[in-house]
């Protein structure tokens, strides 16, 4: 199993999720992050206000994915989050040891929705 951490624009969240679904991975955590990017230390004002715009309003999606679907993941991730601009995000993937299904005790590739 995989774990893939999808930094992703908000506006991009809804395509992203509905280009998941189209794949059926129907299933992942999110957040909202905060984060520094490229774009850090740029600062501006508003009506005579100094603006902290240092810090960027991302959304972060946690995928737990079998190996053998980690590639159409993280592919549709880079396709579906992607316009171009700096500051599209970042995909992280790391490995899992252990997963279980609380409910029934299953446990590994078992534990998952994703099974072929
Ligand atoms: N190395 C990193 N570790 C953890 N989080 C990161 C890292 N790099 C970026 N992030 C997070 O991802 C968000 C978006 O990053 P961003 O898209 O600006 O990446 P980038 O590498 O600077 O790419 P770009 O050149 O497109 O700006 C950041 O606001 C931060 O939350
Ligand atoms: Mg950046």
Redesign the pocket.
């Known amino acids: 199993m995989k774990k893939i951490e999808a930094?992703i624009r908000v506006s991009k969240f809804q395509a992203v999720k509905e280009a998941l679904h189209a794949i059926d991975i129907d299933f992942f955590s999110y957040y909202d992050?905060?984060?520094?990017?490229?774009?850090k230390n740029r600062k501006g004002s508003y009506r005579g206000t100094s603006t902290d715009t240092e810090f960027?309003s991302?959304r972060t999606l946690n995928i737990v994915v079998r190996d053998v679907n980690l590639k159409k993941t993280v592919d549709c991730l880079l396709k579906a989050a992607y316009t171009g601009?700096?500051?599209?995000?970042?995909i992280?993937v790391w490995t899992i040891d252990e997963s279980y299904r609380i409910r029934t005790g299953e446990s590994g590739d078992d534990s998952m929705y994703n099974k072929d």
């Not at 992050?33 to 774009?39: K, S």
């Open positions: 930094i992050t905060v984060g520094v990017g490229n774009e960027i991302r601009e700096v500051g599209d995000g970042k992280f």
